[in-house]
């Protein structure tokens, strides 16, 4: 009889220590778990400071490359021929419609176009320099490390493309589209084309 109460209460002391070793053991991962999310906190941290050290170098050197031709080759100036063009009546039936823009160099130092975006997602533009084209940009088109040359003189052309049937019947009427172009003319550092389009069904 004796000893099988000193079974039972060792049991019991067994019990004890082992829900005070399934504790030590819970506080240990738990104290684990915090300390690789704060090595993954801190990882993503660094990566993301690094990354925005990298993009701001580069745009920055970008940036100082142009100043540095403008101030060794002159003064690039853009020209925009039409600056402005109205596709008339348009059936949305009728699908994409194009419409070829010259980008010219009347400056006499390189021209860059470091950015091309446009006002509604129904318009996009490719840019044409020689044998050279351009990705395809549209509304919200971000490309920073992006940019090409049009030297003293010569011309690019700008191809864009407006689809009237992209917002579905609601977008019959009037409308009105915007293509801009960031360049490093000193006098013209973000250019417009305007496009006018009456949509019919």
């Not at 060792?10 to 070793?21: H, P, W």
């Amino acid at each position: 009889m004796e000893e099988q109460i000193n079974n039972q209460s060792l049991n019991k002391r067994e019990k004890r220590l082992l829900m005070r070793q399934q504790e030590q053991q819970e506080r240990l991962h738990s104290a684990r778990r915090r300390k690789i999310k704060k090595i993954s906190i801190v990882v993503l941290a660094t990566a993301l400071l690094a990354a925005g050290i990298i993009f701001l170098t580069g745009k920055s050197s970008l940036s100082e490359n142009q100043n540095n031709e403008n101030r060794d080759g002159g003064t690039p100036k853009i020209e925009i021929n039409p600056a402005e063009y109205d596709f008339g009546d348009i059936s949305m039936a009728a699908g994409v419609a194009k419409k070829i823009f010259e980008i010219k160099n009347a400056g006499n130092g390189d021209l860059r176009i470091d950015g091309i975006w446009t006002s509604c997602h129904c318009t996009t533009a490719v840019l044409k320099v020689g044998d050279k084209n351009s990705p395809e940009f549209g509304m919200g088109t971000n490309l920073p490390f992006w940019s090409e040359k049009i030297s003293a003189g010569e011309s690019g052309y700008l191809e864009v493309f407006f689809d009237p049937a992209y917002h579905g019947p609601q977008g019959i009427g009037s409308a009105v589209r915007i293509v801009y172009l960031s360049t490093n003319d000193p006098e013209n550092k973000q250019s417009k084309i305007l496009l006018n389009a009456n949509i019919t069904p």
